[in-house]
């Protein structure tokens, strides 16, 4: 990685990634310190479910923040719930935060929404209408 690359504002990391996901059909919202929220909008719970209180959908977090094993390089980490609601969010790589389209393919293939011919195959339940 170049040295201007290294140095990119965080914002503009942040925008490069919020600009990928919408071109996958993501949203992403943008919280301070390098936080970005995303939902898949096909994955949100029908509001006249009565359950659909209790589910959160299909939603997933990364922050943007510096790799000490790559030499201080900006990174995009998965965040990942902790044991409890006060646990600070378990942190794993996600790939360099300069690599907003492996980022954002990454994050898609998370809150992939399967269709009912890949539920099936997983042993799932198929509905053919």
């Known amino acids: 990685m170049n040295d201007a690359a290294?140095?990119?504002p965080v914002a503009e990391l942040v925008?490069?990634?919020v600009e990928e996901l919408q071109a996958r059909g993501l949203v992403g919202a943008v919280y301070r310190g390098g936080v970005v929220r995303v939902l898949n909008p096909a994955g949100e719970p029908d509001r006249s479910d009565p359950y659909a209180r209790v589910s959160?959908?299909?939603r997933q977090e990364v922050q943007c923040l510096r790799?000490?094993?790559d030499g201080g390089a900006?990174?995009?980490y998965?965040?990942?719930a902790g044991p409890t609601r006060q646990s600070p969010p378990d942190l794993e790589p996600l790939c360099p935060a300069t690599d907003a389209a492996t980022a954002a393919e990454r994050i898609a293939k998370v809150l992939e929404v399967p269709s009912s011919a890949d539920a099936a195959?997983?042993?799932g339940?198929?509905?053919d209408g």
Do not use: I
């Open 6 to 8: 290294r140095h990119r």
């Open 56 to 58: 959160p959908g299909l």
């Open 121 to 123: 195959s997983h042993g």
């Open 15 to 17: 925008t490069a990634l």
């Open 78 to 80: 998965w965040a990942w």
């Open 125 to 127: 339940v198929r509905d």
């Open 67 to 69: 790799n000490p094993d």
């Open 74 to 76: 900006p990174w995009w």
